[in-house]
């Protein structure tokens, strides 16, 4: 199992989300299987099915995540070295075809959000991106074709 780099943010986003599926999920997928045992013959009963599916599916997210916590290791942000674009560091940069400039924290996939400027390392512009300097130029390959960002900016998020 690979290492899961996490802040210590996204380390405790995780651990409530597996609290609340080991709690919550669980009880709920119980409650629609008893439901759906009490609608009679389980041979063709299509929800106790469906339920059974569910609860499947929940045991298989709670396996998975609890692999990820036990891999996981939590970054400091005062070990960052901000000379060149790592985990955890706040990227400036510039499209050169476009001109725009765009920022982005870049984080572990599990703590990706583009919405709120987080770009996922292993992402095709995160993986371009790492470990560009300041005045660098990022040769991206993107579905869409190449795209060459200038590296404006390096900072702690």
């Known amino acids: ?8 943010e996204g380390y405790d986003r995780l651990k409530r989300e597996l609290s609340e599926m080991k709690s919550t999920g669980r009880a709920e997928v119980a409650r629609d299987i008893a439901e759906a045992r009490e609608k ?5 009963n299509a929800e106790y099915d469906a339920a059974k599916d569910a ?9 998975e995540l609890e692999k990820v916590l ?4 939590i970054l400091d942000e005062t ?11 706040k990227v400036k940069m510039k499209n050169l075809k476009t001109n725009k400039v ?5 984080v572990s996939e599990s703590e990706a959000d583009l919405k709120s400027g987080k770009l996922s390392a292993s992402s095709p512009i995160g993986e371009g991106i790492l470990g560009k300097k ?3 130029v990022a040769e991206v ?3 869409a074709g190449t795209i060459e960002f200038k590296i404006m900016d390096i900072s702690l998020s």
């Open 102 to 106: 765009v920022e982005y924290t870049l």
């Open 141 to 143: 390959k993107t579905p």
């Open 134 to 136: 300041v005045g660098d």
């Open 40 to 44: 009679g013959d389980l041979s063709e």
């Open 55 to 63: 609860q499947g599916m929940l045991e298989l997210k709670i396996n």
């Open 70 to 73: 036990m891999n996981a290791k």
């Open 1 to 8: 199992m690979k290492t899961t780099y996490l802040t210590q």
């Open 79 to 89: 070990q960052i070295d901000t000379s060149q674009v790592v985990l955890l560091t």
